[in-house]
Structure formats: C-alpha cells, structure tokens
C-alpha cells in the first residue's frame, strides 16, 4: 500500500478552488443542543484537526490509478487482504470535504477518492460503489461487487458538500454527480413501498430480506438533504418511516435501555422486529453491536441540524440507560450490549461506541455534564492505529460535537 506523498498531487490535474465553508464553521445548531463545556471552541477545533491529521496520515492513501485515492481498510479475511469498502470510501469523502481549509489538499484528494469510486463501480448498479476491493484493486470476490448502503448515503452527502463548498464548474460536476447516486440509492437501496433502507442493492423484488434494514444506516440529516436538492417527497417519507421503526423496536424490544438492534425485520409493517441471530453478519445481529453503535451519532447529528423532537426522543431512552450503567463514567461503556442492558462484552472499551454517545448527548442541557465527561474520555483516547473503523467514526462524531458539522 501507499501512502499519500506529496508528488501525488502533481498528477492530480483538477483545479483547486479555495472552499468557500473553510474549517473551522461553528455551525448555528437547533435550538435546545448543547456543546461541551469543558473546552473553548478554538480548543476543540484544534483537537478536531489534531485527529483529522491522524486519520489522514493513517488511512488515506494513493493508488490505485494515477490520480486515485481510497480509504485504507486495513482487514484480512474471507476475501483476502480488503484494502477499500465504500463504508470507508464514503467517510472519506465527507471529512476532506468539511476539513476543506484546515486541509490545503482537502479539493485535490476528494477529487481522487471521487476517482477511485467511479472506477469501483456496483455490477448491479453503476451509479453507486461497489462494496469491497481487495489487493490487487479487484472487487472482492464474495459480494464485493455489489453494494452496502451506508457506503452509498454517505458518498451522495459527500458530493452534495463538495457542490457547496467548491462549486459544480470544475472538472467535476458535483452537483450532477450526487444527483446520480442519488437516483441510483432510490432505484436500487430504498423499497419505495414502504418506503424504507434496503441492505444494498443486491437486495431485488424477490429476496426474503427485501423489507429488512440496517438501523446504522437511517441518516435522517443525509435524506434531508436529498430532499432538498431533488425536490422528491420520497426521503422525508424515508425519514418519517425510519422514526417510526426506531421508536416501536425501543418501545417493544428494549423499554428500559432504548437499544436498537444491528439489523430489523419488517419494515413493510407497523411491527418491526430485531433480526436474529446470524441473520446475515453474526450472533450479534439482533443486539447493540458493532453497527447500531452508529445510531446515536446518526440521530444527534439530525436533532442538532434539524431539531427534531423524534431524535431527542429516541436518543433520552438511551442517555438515560448508559448514564445510569455506567454512573457517568464513559471508561465503563462496553463495545455491545444485549437489548436488555446486559454487556456482551466486558473486559475492554471500544471508540466505536464512546464516540457516537457522546453526539448523542448533545439533545438536552441536562445532559451536560455526561457530554463534558464524553468529550474529555474521547479526546483523551489516542487512536488506535489497527481500528480504521473506530478512528474515522471517531473524527466525524467529534466534528458535530465541537459544532463543526454544516449541511449542504
């Protein structure tokens, strides 16, 4: 693998136009948010762009074309050596396009990692990614050439960014790129008759999982945004259908803890219910696990843009639950945890999960003293150089913490 070096850039051959919303942005949030009190925003932005460095040296990296970048997913498996998912792909593009500013190369490697995704695409559906390339810069050999929605979502937001921030009369036409995706995520991800998530686009009419979702992946700030700059009624009824799944499965399933599972069933019913296990990743699958431990950072980011009473909702049922599990100490969140409240996990802590909470307590003034202790513990936790995963969901959650989260 390489990293990125400088002469890169001198292949890249976009022009660079100064981002017109530079980091830092200390975005205006909904009324009722709150922001940690324990640091000044000029801290935060520093510590914001300290680990945005971090994640960059780390996992960005130049290959596999002239002119392409991807984000390094540092995993051996079934496949062989993964070096790219669209997962990754996706938050990749979003953070060199908020980090616009702070980031002088911030234009020059969106336009890479934009490269490397068009050279990447789904056999299914052209317009989106396909899920994982492996050494070699092959599709995975397993599914690898189809999708995974959130790689999706992320991407289309990224490129509505990029439209904002540096304007569609390049060499990339960013607007009509997202516009593409877009219409590609509703033709082959979204079951339009519920209308909710599907699980990729290799998910078709006939399928037993055509009405089952991954609950990391309702964005209700992303479908907004779609909203917008299409004009399609379709993703507010995407957002309303997503709320209204999250608050049945924790009114049902989890009463006393608010803890959605990784993956639901029925979501072309009234009723959904929590996968089971091995329903498709592992045993965990109808548990808070290595997915759903996105929602809380997913759902604050929308009250924080939005103000949305049904995020604060959603996400008091689990502050209530995790503050009293751990007596307000983020040192004892546990990486899982059954729907009961019971930890699956319990000899080690895990970013992946820490971090997400703390976007999740930024709904209430109540909260405050939970979100400093979350910020002080997730600042304090140097990145672990092997958890690509941990570490990119870790940058962006700390970018809506110190406000710098903006939509296009």
């Known amino acids: 693998m390489k990293r990125l070096l400088p002469l890169f850039f001198a292949t890249v051959a976009a022009a660079v136009q100064p981002p017109t919303r530079p980091f830092p942005q200390h975005a205006t949030y909904a009324a009722g948010s709150i922001r940690p009190s324990v640091a000044t925003p000029t801290q935060m932005d520093a510590v914001v762009a300290d680990f945005y460095d971090t994640w960059k040296t780390r996992y960005l990296h130049a ?8 984000v390094f997913y540092n995993d051996t498996g079934d496949n062989g ?29 969106f336009d890479a990692l934009f490269a ?33 929605t959130d790689g999706d979502l992320d991407i289309a937001y990224a490129l509505l960014l990029a439209d904002a921030q540096w304007g569609s009369a390049g060499a990339i036409n960013y607007k009509a790129e997202a516009l593409k995706v877009i ?3 509703k033709r082959a991800e979204i079951n339009a008759a519920n209308p909710s998530i599907k699980l990729g686009d290799w998910v078709d009419a006939t399928s037993h999982k055509r009405h089952d979702t991954r609950l990391s992946d309702f964005m209700p700030d992303h479908f907004r945004a779609f909203a917008r700059a299409t004009g399609d009624p379709l993703w507010t009824q995407v957002v309303d259908k997503g709320y209204a799944a999250l608050d049945f499965l924790q009114r049902k399933y989890a009463p006393r803890t608010g803890l959605v599972p990784d993956f639901a069933r029925g979501l072309n019913t009234t009723k959904p219910r929590p996968a089971p296990a091995h329903f498709l990743e592992g045993r965990h699958d109808g548990d808070y696990y290595y997915n759903a431990c996105r929602v809380p950072w997913r759902l604050g980011t929308d009250f924080a843009v939005s103000g949305d009473a049904r995020a604060m909702k959603a996400l ?10 751990t007596a307000g100490d983020p040192a004892k969140i546990r990486p899982g945890y059954y729907r009961n409240g019971r930890p699956i996990q319990t000899d080690y802590s895990s970013i992946a999960f820490n971090a997400p909470f703390a976007v999740g307590a930024m709904t209430s003034a109540d909260r405050q003293a939970w979100l400093d202790a979350l910020w002080q513990s997730v600042t304090a936790n140097p990145s672990d150089d092997d958890d690509y995963y941990g570490v990119s969901i870790k940058v962006q959650a700390l970018l809506v913490v110190s406000g710098n989260w903006w939509v296009p």
């Open 63 to 70: 290959g596999c074309e002239p002119g392409q970048m991807y």
């Open 81 to 109: 050596d993964a070096i790219a998912v669209s997962e990754g792909h996706g938050y990749g593009m979003v953070l060199t396009a908020l980090m616009a500013g702070h980031d002088p190369d911030a234009h020059a490697e």
């Open 116 to 148: 490397f995704f068009r050279a990447h695409p789904s056999e299914l559906t052209p317009e989106l990614m396909g899920w994982q390339q492996v050494t070699g810069c092959l599709a995975a050999p397993d599914g690898g050439g189809d999708t995974a």
């Open 183 to 185: 219409a590609g995520i």
């Open 316 to 325: 008091e049922r689990m502050n209530r639950f995790i503050v009293a599990r």
